[in-house]
């Protein structure tokens, strides 16, 4: 404060300001101090942004760990020899600056940090995640080493069998996704990802490296959901560091507003700028149908329910052929992982049994227990998100209707298997709205 008072004093009175008023008249000392004042934000914005870059951005730390334990025999990966050797696989430009980006803004429980970051792996530009970021929370100074410890791939221990570590997984999966009857496919998938030189044959190191990968909620569900369109492809790994590709929009709308302006900026400045920059409507339309069909998808799919926790637009997107693809998946958890949370949970509101920032069960008042039904099923989250969206730029003879099943779609509640039949036709009927308008035209 005592800075910003001289800055005033020296603004309005030194002699430059007035001799700078006194050719410039229109220029008023006001708006000097509006320039100032400005810059002065200005550079605290960007210390802050440097700051939180610094602590959160550390491809060299990550790089640093995989290859030791590569080169001591303890891990594994298809892209190892890239990262390690070679060099063809390239960390550049880091995606994780702020906070909120590493570490979710849960309301009851956090989700695993990974550093991300966009890189280059043999030309290609790819997604490169990081599972080491609990190490790098363990030791909070920007150019510390993290404990080897922390990151120790202890499991499976040396000696285990091949049917041992199979029996392994199937437990693991079945206390993340249930017992649903197609996961011994899903381990022999796994098992065939771990051989990474195909000798048919999983080593110590090869499945060191499967199950810490599968310890990391968004690799478990984007194994799990690899048959969809709508997920980001896999394209490799190296102990807990994976690889997918990149998708080029992280937003519906295109663009979004840099996490550090999103605070200065006023709602009707961001309306304003997704509107200008978003797709033309039957493109959205697209897209659109794309995240409906998602939301089907992971609803009593092949390896059970998933339940979307954070509903963002900086959690969704598309590429270039307006096709939507689910841009974060570390925000979705698995009906047994929110069940588990909930199990015995103390509350005192709703507010208290809510998983992430959007998976909010009811709150038993009598026993001051949760229960384990959500509130509101993923499609009223998605029309939530798709309102704005749909309705700017909507042909006016689709819009009203669109807007009163929208308005129906976002007020579903209760657990959504009890009310199977009534959240697939109101699903249904918003897909077939908007594919009647876009069919049999070049946007479909």
């Not at 392994?168 to 065939?192: C, E, H, W, Y």
């Not at 969704?316 to 009906?335: P, Q, S």
Request: net charge positive; aromatic share 10%.
């Amino acid at each position: 404060m005592r800075r910003i008072r001289r800055l005033v004093h020296l603004v309005l009175f030194c002699p430059f300001s007035k001799g700078l008023q006194g050719r410039l008249p229109g220029i008023k000392v006001k708006y000097l101090l509006v320039v100032w004042l400005g810059i002065f934000v200005g550079s605290w914005v960007a210390y802050m942004h440097y700051s939180s870059y610094s602590e959160l951005c550390r491809g060299h730390v990550c790089r640093m760990i995989i290859c030791d334990q590569y080169k001591k025999g303890i891990i594994s990966g298809s892209t190892c020899k890239d990262l390690c050797e070679e060099r063809g696989l390239l960390f550049q430009h880091c995606l994780s600056s702020s906070p909120s980006q590493q570490v979710a803004a849960s309301i009851a429980v956090p989700f695993p940090v990974l550093q991300v970051y966009r890189g280059l792996w043999r030309d290609r530009e790819v997604i490169i995640k990081c599972g080491i970021g609990e190490a790098l929370r363990a030791d909070s100074r920007p150019d510390s080493v993290p404990k080897r410890d922390v990151v120790l791939f202890d499991k499976p221990t040396r000696g285990t069998s091949m049917d041992e570590f199979k029996e392994m997984l199937l437990n693991f999966l079945k206390s993340k996704l249930g017992d649903q009857p197609s996961l011994p496919a899903l381990v022999s998938r796994i098992i065939t990802m771990a051989d990474v030189n195909r000798d048919k044959k999983v080593s110590l190191a090869e499945a060191k490296s499967i199950w810490a990968l599968l310890q990391l909620n968004e690799f478990l569900l984007m194994f799990s959901l690899h048959e969809k369109e709508h997920t980001a492809k896999l394209l490799g790994h190296c102990g807990d560091l994976y690889v997918t590709e990149k998708i080029p929009h992280t937003s519906l709308y295109g663009v979004d507003v840099p996490p550090f302006l999103q605070s200065l900026l006023p709602s009707v400045a961001h309306q304003l700028i997704h509107q200008w920059f978003a797709p033309a409507w039957p493109r959205r339309a697209k897209i659109a149908i794309g995240l409906l069909e998602f939301v089907e998808e992971i609803f009593h799919g092949t390896y059970g329910s998933f339940y979307i926790c954070e509903s963002s637009l900086r959690n969704v997107g598309y590429n270039d052929k307006y096709d939507f693809k689910m841009v974060n998946l570390r925000k979705v958890a698995t009906e047994m992982t929110i069940r588990g949370f909930l199990k015995g949970r103390h509350c005192e509101q709703n507010g208290d049994c809510t998983y992430g920032r959007d998976c909010t069960a009811t709150c038993d008042k009598l026993l001051k227990q949760c229960k384990s039904d959500m509130v509101q099923p993923n499609l009223a989250k998605v029309c939530g998100l798709l309102q704005d969206y749909l309705l700017y730029g909507a042909p006016l003879e689709l819009k009203e209707e669109l807007q009163k099943q929208l308005r129906t779609c976002m007020t579903l509640s209760g657990l959504a298997s009890q009310m199977e039949v009534h959240h697939s036709l109101v699903l249904n009927n918003l897909k077939t709205l908007l594919w009647k308008k876009i069919s049999n035209t070049k946007y479909s």
